[in-house]
């Protein structure tokens, strides 16, 4: 896709969680490695939002930090605005650094992320310090309180340091800081799970305006899928470091072709839910450390059968899907054994 | 109400002396609990609602304390109880269940170890009887191959596993009423709705009462008998939780409904309210809520609504929708 701005290519990425080199010579252990990132292929186009859900520890997070940098790929590349910015062929690191600083991320804790003991001013203004050191003082002061201004705080609270200000208005200001480089992709991890309902839907509504105004790319991650729901354009299911669901947001979470998601989407207590009973689903994510073989949803999936036990399903488009459309990675939907299944789940 | 019930709480009010003045977390709150009923209580953080738990179960930490109104269980006044009646009462008629699984539990102590030790508290049992009792409820949660598990330490266990233990644990000695204070906050969603199935199934078959403290309205909705919404330290709606959810008569309410994404409804915006809680050592005149009303008149800014019934529910406002 041409007009993709962000693209993963086989992403994996692994951690060494080894117990110490002695321990493990002399209780004959291996070494333990954990794919917290198993083979993601993605591409992101301007100006969308791809949302990413997923339960805790199916490696949304580390996907992320990944892409923005953090974390190196194992194998693999991203690529962002046609440079490659991690992994196989990456170019210079002059190349990388300028193509990063296109790309900001905003995480989900507004208290632990910002600096105590620095003001908001400064806080906003450490990136365009730190990747424009050149830039006039004047420039930078009233580039921060355009910023903070366009967060809904006013020029004024420059002063501030973060104590004085609510969780919600924090979070305001790690947009701004994000802002200040005036990048054009944004990664946000879990950016309203920390906040209450109403401050999360300022913060929700905030960066809808700025994504329509600015012409910003999000990747937005989640555990929480009502809010990937209202935010987002197209939606990614992870499960154990893989995605096994993307599709069009209308499509995902009114016709969810994988079991996974169809477990994810029944399992979410919603508001139009009241006095509804319903069969709760079974089971726990298995140990990422050893994951069951095959598909690694099928000790948990009512469908799985012996293919699934055996081959690990890969992401395949559906029928009649142009390429880079939904896509799901199942066997039991491949194979058509799921539809007619569905009636009979539902009752 | 015609029998008397389960929980009354009345007129309840709980302080927090400060340099800077006492500080008033919970306000003239009023309600009541019937047996095998769930009543949720929601509000966002700050509102209140985790220490009108904790008065009820007497786990408010010094210097905090209750300066007014009273608690009644089964017709007993329960908040003016000594330290040692109250800790007998706890556990044996009111069990209590918190966000974080893992704090709830020694590490240091098998399951099976912690739970024996709870039931033969409160009920006058042999160490064999109370194994087997153990190993009946965590059989009753929902906890697979319960005997093999009766020995393992809690960090052997996944975090819904263990949310089910200290559930087993607040049913050791069968509690009239459980306060569970978010107790689905920590877990993922699929988690989540086992637990929050589990907490429906107690109600129904046990009679328990369930005082649902949570700022999920997803979970209350498919949860709670009642609601009961509180802001800055008082209840502003109270009512049946259909009625709550889908004809709101606060303002506040109305707002915070409209504010919750969901996955069944497609909006391009979601509802704002503007501000946020004020701080209890500035809480406004009149209706606290007034500052961030879009309803708001004069009345609002300087005389102080009381719950007053409206339509379905009871709700604290000059201008309710109904």
Redesign the interface.
């Known amino acids: 896709m041409s007009d993709a701005l962000v693209t993963l290519e086989d992403v994996v990425r692994t951690f060494d969680v080894s117990p110490p080199w002695l321990d493990r010579v002399l209780e004959r252990q291996p070494r333990a490695l954990l794919r917290a990132v198993d083979g993601v292929t993605l591409s992101i186009a301007r100006g969308e939002t791809l949302g990413l859900v997923g ?2 520890g199916c490696g949304k997070s580390t996907l992320a930090r990944v892409i923005v940098g953090l974390y190196a790929p194992t194998e693999g590349r991203v690529i962002f605005d046609g440079v490659v910015i991690g992994g196989d062929g990456a170019g210079a690191a002059a190349a990388q650094r300028a193509a990063r600083r296109g790309m900001q991320m905003i995480f989900q804790d507004p208290y632990a992320s910002l600096n105590p003991r620095w003001r908001v001013a400064d806080i906003v203004a450490e990136p365009v310090r730190a990747l424009a050191p050149d830039t006039p003082r004047e420039a930078i002061d009233a580039r921060v309180a355009a910023l903070l201004a366009q967060v809904g705080l006013a020029p004024a609270d420059g002063v501030k340091y973060p104590h004085q200000f ?4 924090r979070q305001r200001i790690s947009i701004a800081r994000a802002l200040s480089t005036q990048p054009r992709f944004l990664i946000c991890d879990e950016p309203t799970s920390a906040l ?7 913060v ?2 905030l960066m ?1 305006d700025l994504q329509q105004r600015m012409g910003l790319t999000y990747l937005f991650i989640s ?5 990937v ?3 987002a354009d197209r939606v990614g299911v992870m499960y154990l470091g893989r995605i096994v669901e993307i599709a069009p947001k ?1 499509r995902l ?1 009114a016709r969810p072709r994988h079991p996974y998601t169809r ?16 069969v ?6 298995p140990n990422p450390l050893a994951p069951p073989p095959g598909c690694t949803f099928h000790p948990r999936c009512p469908w799985a059968n012996d293919r699934c036990r055996h081959e690990v399903p890969l992401l395949m488009p559906l029928a009649g899907e142009r390429p880079g459309g939904a896509a799901v990675a199942c066997h039991a939907v491949e194979e058509g054994r799921l539809d007619g299944a569905r009636a009979a789940s539902a009752t | 109400m015609h029998a008397e019930p389960l929980l009354a709480v009345d007129r309840l009010r709980v302080e927090f002396p400060t340099r800077h003045g006492t500080l008033i977390a919970v306000h003239d709150v009023s309600f009541d609990i019937a047996e095998g009923e769930v009543l949720g209580v929601v509000g ?2 700050g509102a209140g609602k985790s220490i009108t738990g904790a008065a009820v179960i007497g786990l408010i930490d010094p210097p905090g304390r209750i300066a007014g109104g009273e608690i009644r269980l089964s017709g007993r006044r329960i908040d003016n109880l000594p330290y040692d009646a109250m800790r007998k009462l706890r556990g044996r008629e009111i069990g209590a269940v918190f966000q974080d699984p893992l704090t709830s539990l020694n590490p240091l102590y098998t399951i099976g170890r912690q739970l024996t030790e709870t039931i033969r508290t409160h009920l006058p049992m042999t160490a064999g009887a109370a194994q087997a009792r153990a190993v009946s409820l965590l059989e009753e949660v929902g906890i697979t191959a319960a005997a093999r598990r009766f020995d393992q330490y809690p960090h052997q266990f ?4 263990r949310q089910r233990v200290v559930i087993a644990l607040a049913l050791a000695a069968q509690p009239k009423l459980i306060i569970a204070d978010e107790p689905t906050t920590a877990l ?7 637990i ?2 589990l907490i ?1 199934r107690l109600a129904r078959d046990h009679g328990t009462a369930v005082m649902l403290v949570t ?5 209350i ?2 949860t709670a008998d009642r609601v009961a919404v509180m802001y800055a330290g008082r209840i502003v709606e109270l009512g049946p ?2 009625d709550v ?2 004809r709101p008569a606060h303002p506040y309410t109305a ?13 391009d ?6 501000g ?2 004020p701080r209890l050592r500035a809480v406004p005149s009149g209706c606290a809520f007034h500052p961030r009303c879009p309803l708001a008149i004069e009345r609002c800014r300087v005389e102080r609504p009381n719950l007053e019934d409206v339509g379905a529910t009871r709700a604290a406002c000059w201008r309710p929708a109904r």
Not at chain 1, 263 to 278: C, H, I
Not at chain 2, 255 to 267: F, H, N, Q, T, V
């Open positions: 339960e805790s609510s969780g919600g208005q209450d309902v109403s401050v999360q839907a300022q929700l509504n809808r555990h929480n899928l009502a809010v729901h209202h935010i209308q979470f477990m994810l989407l029944d399992a979410v207590p919603d508001l139009a839910m009241t006095g509804v009973s319903r709760a689903v079974a089971g726990d994510v | 966002e953080s996944s975090g819904g596993m993922d969603v699929s988690i989540q709705a086992q929050i199935e429906k700022h999920d309205m997803g979970v909705a498919e939780v259909a959810i889908h707002g915070l409904m409209g504010s919750i994404p969901s996955i069944k409804a497609e909006r915006r979601l509802t704002q309210i503007d946020a809680m």
